[in-house]
């Protein structure tokens, strides 16, 4: 019996992607398909920010401005140079280049001091990148952003929606690659206890740096992908509300397991989206922080370790039965 | 004989209070050298000036002929220094296998890689199994450190030094907490370092009778100062020992 239980959940990943390749043979709704490639998108952002927060116990207040650095890489080079494929590559690499520069720059200059020095100073770079999107005009027209073209290729919808998902499995793997190994472990001693990480010989901040140059790239990629999805950027992927995304998708999800994620990166969407439907019935639901608050509230108190991380647990309890009154795990 | 490490009036002040106080110390290699003195004394102290957790405010260590004294504490680890913590300090959320494994992988020099063949991680394993049977707690492998009982706790914390396979092992009262009954086999494990020859061992103990017949050497600290060093035999003679440290603070310890 309980083999056959964890021989369904070992499957239970495998029918939910081949059920999402299949979707597009069932309905092929332009918006559906933009929704589902959105949070394809926003899952594998929401892994990068576990990187920092889940593996490493790194706070970060800016994330976003890695995931803008890859969208406005995308508009720009697409609006002002071309739209081929290769250009397509050379933005990419550029959104990548630049991201893993600032991220580098950052962690350099904080993650040797206490924490919260790194939490301010993303925060702050991504001021001074909101800024810049804003301010300077003549690349970014400002506030209101520019739509731009994208390679022919990708302009399907049905295209794209697989394109995104090969997208999130690809790094699903190799950031659980990642994760587990022997670099990814001596994270996971870190956020534990940096002090006897570095008693057992590891230079604790060169990790740091590390992880927080790979979770920039990888954020500046999705941030790329974000804007080839809405082929049109603004400074709101630079905003405090893309770093508030990441965040409330990882810890609904469930930190340090990455495939919270795409858990969290799927609700966020999907509470986002009946929201704005919602706002046509009555004006409260534009305040969507709110709402997401609430959810917040809901989830924290339901599953204390986020909806990947109380299931983890709980599929242990079951292995080793220990009965789940003895909850020594969970605050309460 | 050659010393593996030596200290040249190291001296620490915390606002004023000097906890450590010009101690000039020599270790020689292979040797089994124990330090001891009431609480307080300024033991564990003197082992955070050594492993590099603080900075001395004045004075020099030498390791194996090198200046070390403003080297980082991970850089002194590779240097094949180890230590292990009076107060239990091992990864809470981590199994108790992967603590060891940890110092496994820290001492074959395995430190950024990204992708690592499965058969070297499984020898890391076996090798931390290895470690974990030598103080009685493979039977705890797959347990959350955290979920430990004290005692255990203690014996992780001996399994993940003698893991790093340092040269010199600084254990900081390793015995404390554990209970009575496994004393002896902890003890054990410490002679059997001892007896491979191969390893300098600077052990701090509270209660000097634990480990009389095991050191070479003692060295007694008392209010932050060196204050004798010898043969057991000797420090138990020394009459300055027996006033400042035996008389009255040892019964009230133990
Ligand atoms: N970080 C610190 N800041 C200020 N004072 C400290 C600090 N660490 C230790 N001390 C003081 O230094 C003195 C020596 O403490 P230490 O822990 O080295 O003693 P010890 O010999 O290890 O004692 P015990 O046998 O209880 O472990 C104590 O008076 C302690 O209060
Ligand atoms: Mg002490």
């Given at each position: 019996?309980?083999?056959?239980?964890?021989?369904?959940i070992?499957?239970l990943?495998?029918?939910?992607?081949?059920?999402?390749?299949?979707?597009?043979?069932?309905?092929?709704s332009?918006?559906?398909?933009?929704?589902?490639?959105?949070?394809?998108?926003?899952?594998?952002?929401?892994?990068?920010?576990?990187?920092?927060?889940?593996?490493?116990?790194?706070?970060s207040?800016?994330?976003a401005m890695?995931?803008?650095?890859?969208?406005?890489?995308?508009?720009i080079?697409?609006?002002?140079?071309g739209?081929?494929?290769?250009?397509?590559?050379?933005a990419?690499?550029?959104?990548?280049?630049?991201?893993?520069?600032?991220?580098y720059?950052?962690g350099?200059?904080?993650?040797?001091?206490?924490?919260?020095?790194?939490?301010?100073?993303?925060l702050?770079?991504?001021?001074?990148?909101t800024?810049?999107?804003?301010k300077?005009?003549?690349?970014?027209?400002?506030?209101d952003?520019?739509?731009?073209?994208?390679?022919?290729?990708f302009?399907?919808?049905?295209?794209?929606?697989y394109?995104?998902l090969?997208?999130?499995?690809?790094?699903?793997l190799l950031l659980?690659?990642?994760?587990?190994?022997?670099?990814?472990?001596?994270?996971q001693?870190?956020?534990?206890n940096?002090?006897?990480?570095?008693s057992l010989?590891?230079?604790v901040?060169?990790?740091?740096?590390?992880?927080?140059?790979?979770?920039?790239?990888?954020a500046?990629?999705?941030?790329?992908?974000y804007?080839?999805?809405?082929?049109?950027?603004n400074?709101?992927?630079?905003?405090?509300?893309t770093?508030?995304?990441?965040?409330l998708?990882t810890?609904?999800g469930?930190?340090?397991?990455?495939?919270?994620?795409?858990?969290?990166?799927?609700?966020?969407?999907?509470?986002?989206?009946?929201?704005?439907?919602?706002?046509k019935?009555?004006?409260?639901?534009?305040?969507w922080?709110i709402?997401?608050g609430?959810?917040?509230?809901?989830?924290?108190?339901?599953?204390?370790l986020?909806?990947?991380?109380?299931?983890?647990?709980?599929?242990k309890?079951?292995?080793?039965s220990i009965?789940?009154?003895?909850?020594?795990?969970?605050?309460? | 004989?050659?010393?593996i490490?030596?200290?040249?009036?190291?001296?620490i002040?915390?606002?004023?209070?000097?906890?450590?106080?010009?101690?000039?110390?020599?270790?020689?290699?292979?040797?089994f050298?124990?330090?001891?003195?009431?609480?307080?004394?300024g033991?564990?102290?003197?082992?955070?000036?050594?492993s590099?957790?603080?900075?001395?405010t004045?004075?020099?260590?030498?390791?194996?002929?090198?200046?070390?004294?403003?080297?980082?504490?991970?850089?002194?680890?590779?240097?094949?220094?180890?230590?292990?913590?009076q107060?239990t300090?091992?990864f809470p959320?981590?199994?108790?296998?992967?603590?060891?494994?940890?110092?496994?992988?820290?001492?074959?020099?395995v430190?950024?890689?990204f992708?690592?063949?499965?058969?070297?991680?499984?020898?890391?394993?076996?090798?931390?199994?290895?470690y974990?049977?030598?103080v009685?707690?493979?039977?705890?492998?797959?347990?959350?450190?955290?979920?430990?009982?004290?005692?255990?706790?203690?014996?992780?914390?001996?399994a993940?030094?003698?893991?790093?396979?340092?040269e010199?092992?600084?254990?900081?009262?390793?015995?404390?907490?554990i209970?009575?009954?496994?004393?002896p086999?902890?003890?054990?494990?410490l002679?059997?370092?001892k007896?491979?020859?191969?390893?300098?061992?600077?052990l701090?103990?509270?209660?000097?009778?634990?480990?009389?017949?095991?050191?070479?050497?003692?060295t007694?600290l008392f209010?932050?100062?060196?204050?004798?060093?010898?043969?057991?035999?000797?420090?138990?003679?020394?009459e300055?020992?027996?006033s400042?440290?035996?008389?009255?603070?040892?019964?009230?310890?133990?």
């Amino acid at each position: 019996m309980r083999m056959i239980s964890r021989y369904t959940i070992g499957l239970l990943p495998i029918v939910i992607i081949m059920l999402l390749a299949a979707y597009p043979f069932m309905n092929d709704s332009r918006s559906t398909l933009i929704l589902l490639s959105k949070i394809f998108i926003f899952a594998v952002f929401a892994m990068s920010y576990d990187l920092l927060l889940g593996y490493t116990g790194i706070v970060s207040f800016g994330h976003a401005m890695f995931f803008g650095i890859g969208a406005y890489a995308i508009g720009i080079v697409m609006y002002k140079i071309g739209d081929s494929m290769g250009m397509l590559l050379l933005a990419l690499l550029i959104g990548v280049v630049l991201a893993a520069i600032v991220s580098y720059i950052v962690g350099i200059l904080t993650l040797r001091l206490q924490s919260h020095f790194y939490a301010m100073l993303t925060l702050a770079f991504a001021g001074l990148f909101t800024v810049l999107a804003e301010k300077w005009r003549s690349i970014t027209k400002g506030n209101d952003g520019f739509p731009f073209p994208i390679p022919d290729f990708f302009r399907d919808r049905t295209t794209f929606y697989y394109f995104a998902l090969v997208f999130m499995i690809l790094f699903f793997l190799l950031l659980r690659r990642f994760t587990k190994s022997p670099l990814g472990r001596v994270l996971q001693a870190i956020r534990e206890n940096e002090q006897r990480t570095a008693s057992l010989g590891y230079q604790v901040v060169h990790y740091k740096v590390i992880v927080s140059v790979v979770a920039g790239v990888v954020a500046a990629l999705c941030g790329g992908m974000y804007g080839m999805t809405l082929r049109f950027v603004n400074t709101s992927v630079f905003s405090m509300n893309t770093t508030l995304d990441a965040l409330l998708m990882t810890i609904i999800g469930g930190i340090g397991t990455l495939y919270g994620g795409v858990i969290g990166a799927a609700l966020i969407e999907l509470a986002h989206e009946l929201l704005t439907s919602l706002a046509k019935v009555h004006p409260i639901f534009e305040r969507w922080i709110i709402f997401f608050g609430l959810l917040y509230i809901l989830v924290v108190m339901v599953f204390p370790l986020g909806i990947a991380g109380t299931f983890k647990l709980w599929l242990k309890r079951k292995k080793t039965s220990i009965p789940l009154g003895k909850r020594d795990d969970v605050p309460w | 004989m050659e010393s593996i490490l030596k200290t040249r009036e190291l001296t620490i002040d915390f606002g004023g209070q000097a906890a450590v106080s010009g101690v000039s110390l020599e270790v020689p290699k292979h040797q089994f050298q124990s330090i001891i003195g009431p609480n307080g004394a300024g033991k564990t102290t003197l082992f955070n000036l050594l492993s590099g957790q603080l900075q001395p405010t004045h004075g020099t260590i030498l390791f194996k002929e090198t200046d070390i004294t403003h080297l980082s504490p991970p850089l002194r680890t590779r240097m094949g220094m180890g230590r292990s913590f009076q107060i239990t300090n091992v990864f809470p959320n981590l199994t108790v296998l992967e603590n060891v494994r940890l110092a496994v992988q820290s001492s074959a020099g395995v430190r950024f890689n990204f992708f690592s063949a499965l058969s070297r991680f499984k020898q890391f394993e076996e090798e931390a199994v290895h470690y974990l049977k030598s103080v009685m707690l493979d039977g705890k492998r797959d347990s959350l450190a955290k979920h430990l009982a004290h005692g255990e706790k203690r014996k992780l914390e001996i399994a993940m030094l003698l893991a790093l396979k340092p040269e010199l092992l600084l254990l900081d009262e390793p015995t404390a907490g554990i209970s009575i009954e496994e004393v002896p086999a902890i003890l054990d494990v410490l002679r059997g370092i001892k007896e491979q020859g191969d390893k300098t061992i600077l052990l701090i103990e509270h209660k000097m009778d634990m480990v009389l017949d095991l050191s070479d050497s003692v060295t007694v600290l008392f209010n932050g100062k060196l204050l004798a060093s010898g043969s057991p035999q000797d420090i138990m003679n020394n009459e300055l020992v027996q006033s400042a440290y035996l008389g009255g603070l040892y019964d009230d310890a133990s």
